[in-house]
C-alpha cells in the first residue's frame, strides 16, 4: 500500500509541477495537456490494477518524457542566415544615411495636398504662396515630436505647415495651418 501511495504522490506532484510551469508560461499548451494526460492515465492504470502480479511486473523504465522537451526555451534561437540579414540591413541602412547627408538626397513627399479655408487665410496672413505650400509638403521635414506637422528650412525662414490625411481618399492632405517664421 505504500508504495501505491508513494507512485500516487509522484504522480500528483509531477501534474502539479505541470500546472505551475503552464501558469508560468514555461511549458506550451499541447504539452501541458499531453503530459497531464500521460500523467492522469498512469494514475488510473495504477489503480485499477491493485494486485501484487501487477506490481511484481511493473516496468519502472515507463516514465513521463523530461521536463526539458515540454519546456520553452529561454531565448529564440537565430540562424546565422537572419544574422546575415540583420547587418545586410544595417549596413544598408547606414549607406542611405551617408548618402543623404552627403548628396542631399532623400524621398521625396508624394501626395496632393488641399488648403483648408483657415490655411488660406494663415497663407495671406504670412505672405505665402501655394508654390510655398507645395515646396513645404514636398521637401520639408516631418517634426520629430509631431508627424502632422512638417517643417521646411531655407537659410533666412522657415515654412511649417499642419497637414492631416485626408478620409476616403489615399495620397490625398489636407493643409489644416500654415505659418511662416523669418
Known amino acids: 500500500m505504500d508504495k501505491i501511495k508513494g507512485l ?4 500528483a506532484l509531477a501534474i502539479r509541477e505541470a500546472v505551475e510551469d503552464y501558469e508560468e508560461g514555461q511549458i506550451y ?10 500523467l492522469s492515465d498512469e494514475m488510473i492504470d495504477l489503480l485499477q490494477n491493485w494486485d501484487y502480479d501487477y506490481w511484481k511486473n511493473l516496468d519502472r523504465d515507463k516514465k513521463i518524457p523530461k521536463p526539458s522537451i515540454f519546456k520553452k526555451p529561454d531565448a ?10 540583420w547587418f545586410k540591413d544595417e549596413v544598408n541602412n547606414w549607406a542611405q544615411g551617408f548618402k543623404a547627408q552627403i548628396w542631399n538626397t532623400k524621398e521625396l513627399r508624394q501626395g496632393e495636398i488641399r488648403l483648408t479655408e ?14 510655398d505650400i507645395q515646396d513645404a509638403f514636398v521637401h520639408g521635414e516631418a517634426s520629430k515630436d509631431d508627424p502632422n506637422l512638417i517643417i521646411r528650412t531655407f537659410p533666412n525662414r522657415q515654412i511649417f505647415i499642419r497637414v492631416k490625411p485626408a478620409e476616403l481618399q489615399d495620397n490625398v492632405y489636407l493643409v489644416v495651418t500654415c505659418w511662416k517664421v523669418g
Open 8 to 11: 500516487l504522490t509522484e504522480k
Open 76 to 85: 529564440p534561437t537565430v540562424t546565422e542566415e537572419k544574422k546575415d540579414n
Open 29 to 38: 499548451p499541447a504539452n501541458y495537456i499531453t503530459k497531464v494526460k500521460i
Open 118 to 131: 483657415t490655411a488660406t487665410k494663415r497663407m495671406n496672413e504670412h505672405n505665402l504662396k501655394a508654390e
